[in-house]
């Protein structure tokens, strides 16, 4: 005996639980033809199959996903039973795979990404048939490319994605597509990547350009939105890190500070003042 088209191939997997199952004899019309399926429960059924010339052929219907061994026995009108067919084994798996999305990371203490930068997509993979084959993240208008996710550690898969030029600003919901062994697909779950390519506006309203009769001058500064760090450089001194609103020490005739910011994308912005202290 031997397993014919349209069989499918031995030790593979199938998403459908209808089977077409095909052999051939090495004798023309064999008196009758066994098939023994063997179930992913344990238990065994045989099944009569009539004999058409040197074929015969059964379709199985509402398989259980799990594995399924197939035997083949015939015997022919003398009543001799021939050699026991090789073990055909289908793995069947009617069950989708689920996706669940994990928080994306972004660069440093970052908690939105700029165009440039890389972060990392992650999501939570489970299959409980064939187990997880390959999964995708669509680039959307947010990655340069779609990003393939792979294991990292036990069901958590990640990927990078290149922020590109000319995002969407906001939140992206970027589709997750994943695929198990039997080819069964889902595609119902979202990653978000948070993008902000605009940077603060930084206004300094003390000090301003003016003559100053005392050393200690207030620094009150603020922005067009939230800012993660703020920092100044007094007359080409280090850069100095403040919590706004403070105060400053100036030196004898001409000053000049630089107030920078930067935003939870690390978007950054500077504002320069002259002044002088008489």
Not at 20 to 27: K, M, R
Not at 34 to 56: M, R
Not at 163 to 191: Q, R
Not at 206 to 211: D, F, I, Q, V
């Amino acid at each position: 005996f031997r397993f014919i088209q349209p069989t499918k191939q031995s030790g593979t997997n199938s998403s459908n639980t209808t089977l077409d199952i095909a052999f051939q004899y090495t004798e023309s019309s064999p008196d009758k033809a066994l098939l023994q399926v063997g179930f992913p429960s344990g238990t065994y059924t045989n099944y009569t199959i009539t004999p058409e010339s040197t074929t015969a052929r059964a379709t199985l219907s509402s398989l259980s996903n799990g594995l399924h061994n197939f035997t083949m026995f015939a015997n022919d009108t003398a009543g001799n039973w021939g050699t026991n067919s090789s073990t055909y084994t289908m793995t069947i798996d009617a069950s989708s795979p689920s996706a669940l999305a994990n928080t994306t990371i972004y660069p440093t203490t970052q908690t939105k990404a700029k165009t440039g930068d890389i972060v990392t997509l992650r999501a939570t993979l489970t299959d409980s048939g064939t187990g997880i084959k390959n999964a995708t993240v669509a680039a959307g208008n947010a990655c340069t490319a779609a990003t393939t996710l792979t294991i990292s550690s036990g069901s958590l898969y990640t990927g990078s994605c290149t922020i590109k030029s000319s995002p969407t600003e906001g939140a992206n919901a970027l589709t997750v597509t994943t695929y198990d062994f039997a080819e069964n697909s889902d595609s119902s779950t979202t990653v978000s990547v948070d993008i902000d390519t605009t940077s603060p506006t930084v206004t300094v309203s003390s000090p301003t350009n003016t003559t100053y009769g005392t050393s200690t001058i207030n620094l009150n500064v603020y922005a067009t939105e939230s800012i993660n760090t703020w920092w100044y450089s007094l007359n080409g001194g280090a850069n100095t890190t403040f919590t706004p609103n403070t105060t400053i020490s100036a030196q004898a005739n001409s000053n000049n500070i630089i107030v920078s910011a930067n935003d939870s994308a690390n978007n950054m912005k500077s504002s320069q003042v002259y002044f002088s202290l008489d």
